[in-house]
Antibody, heavy 117, light 108 residues
Framework: EVHLVESGGGLVQRGGSLRLSCAAS????????MNWVRRAPGKRLEWISY????????YYADSVQGRFTISRDNAKSTVSLQMNNLRVEDTAVYYC??????????WGQGTLVTVSS | EVVMTQSPATLSVSPGERATLSCRAS??????LAWYQQKPGQAPRLLIY???TRVTGIPDRFRGSGSGTEFTLTISGLQSEDFAVYYC??????????FGQGTTVEIK
């Protein structure tokens, strides 16, 4: 069974930083692309970052480009999201997500990030 | 960016009845369309991809249809566990893939 467990969320002030991590198990992590998707209060789901299994291709949403950095460690089956210069509008539940052809069969339970002003 | 619009925002349905949810794309996404179900406090769950292919283990009362810009998710014989929020997602033009704003299916 696929298991994705996010950690690292919490309360941070505007302009601060957080690092989210996701521990994956139950599937061949090193052969799957990984994503981060978030849902802000009252907003729709928003894809924010993607990394291929070989680490060669990375994409970011315009809303986080230049502030967030995705990384992964295939040996440890983990994917991370370094979030810098956080804004109030980054407040959301962040999900670690496995992608297959850009749809999402497996999601973590999410971790809440709250950015205060 | 492809804008996904779902309707209605809320659908009130009695158990055992049929629910019909719509999703419209601002441009053609072929059949690169997925549907997700989300319950409070839970992660989204993939129900359908490729517009009409059910994920293994999803009951056949969930049926996806459509192509191009117009899509429908039909839930026949609603069960208590089906009351939730449903999202569509296009993955034809990405990045970014984009989601609809969701339809809440509530008990009438």
């Amino acid at each position: 069974e696929v298991h994705l467990v996010e950690s690292g969320g919490g309360l941070v002030q505007r302009g601060g930083s957080l690092r989210l991590s996701c521990a994956a198990s139950g599937f061949s992590f090193s052969t799957h692309s990984m994503n981060w998707v978030r849902r802000a209060p009252g907003k729709r789901l928003e894809w924010i970052s993607y990394m291929t299994s070989d680490l060669r291709t990375i994409y970011y949403a315009d809303s986080v480009q230049g502030r967030f950095t995705i990384s992964r460690d295939n040996a440890k089956s983990t994917v991370s999201l370094q979030m810098n210069n956080l804004r109030v509008e980054d407040t959301a539940v962040y999900y670690c997500v496995v992608s297959v052809a850009a749809y999402y069969p497996h999601w973590g339970q999410g971790t809440l990030v709250t950015v205060s002003s | 960016e492809v804008v996904m619009t779902q309707s209605p925002a809320t659908l009130s349905v009695s158990p055992g009845e049929r629910a019909t949810l719509s999703c419209r794309a601002s441009q053609s996404v072929s059949t690169n369309l997925a549907w997700y179900q989300q319950k409070p406090g839970q992660a989204p769950r993939l129900l359908i991809y490729g517009a009409y292919t059910r994920v293994t283990g999803i009951p056949d009362r969930f049926r996806g249809s459509g192509s191009g810009t117009e899509f429908t998710l039909t839930i026949s014989g609603l069960q208590s566990e089906d009351f939730a929020v449903y999202y569509c997602q296009q993955y034809y033009v990405w990045p970014p893939c984009t989601f609809g704003q969701g339809t809440t299916v509530e008990i009438k």
